[in-house]
């Protein structure tokens, strides 16, 4: 079992940035990887980012590219979303996840633990 709590969301205005964290517990080794997706009121959740845990590699969605920096601490089990120029288009849910196989993927059925997420919202 792995446990999954997130913490960072808020308010901010357009153009602002935020710093998202997930903080894992449990069965937490290598090679697993961690994701985050977003779910906007009214819409499907989404990809966001991943990244596997034992060599770094990322995935983004092309809607943050550029914008979104996934980073991991493995002796915390932390997995960090650093989120800049935001847009009101941002706002959402954001949920944290991990595959425990290391499949670094946008998939959100290849990702077997979910945390409950927190809010992130911009304002125009």
């Known amino acids: 079992q792995v446990q999954l709590v997130e913490s960072g969301g808020g308010l901010v205005q357009a153009g602002g940035s935020l710093r998202l964290s997930c903080a894992a517990s449990g069965r937490t080794f290598s090679p697993y990887a961690m994701g985050w997706f977003r779910q906007a009121p009214g819409k499907e959740r989404e990809f966001v980012a991943t990244?596997?845990?034992?060599?770094?590699?990322?995935y983004y969605a092309d809607s943050v590219k550029g914008r979104f920096t996934i980073s991991r601490d493995n002796p915390n089990d932390t997995v960090y979303l650093q989120m800049a120029s935001l847009k009101p288009e941002d706002t959402a849910v954001y949920y944290c996840?991990?595959?425990?196989?290391?499949?670094?993927?946008?998939?959100?059925?290849?990702?077997?633990?979910w945390g409950q997420g927190t809010q992130v919202t911009v304002s125009s």
């Open positions: 990244i596997r845990r034992s060599d770094g590699r990322t």
């Open positions: 996840a991990a595959d425990i196989h290391g499949r670094v993927t946008s998939l959100a059925s290849t990702y077997e633990y």
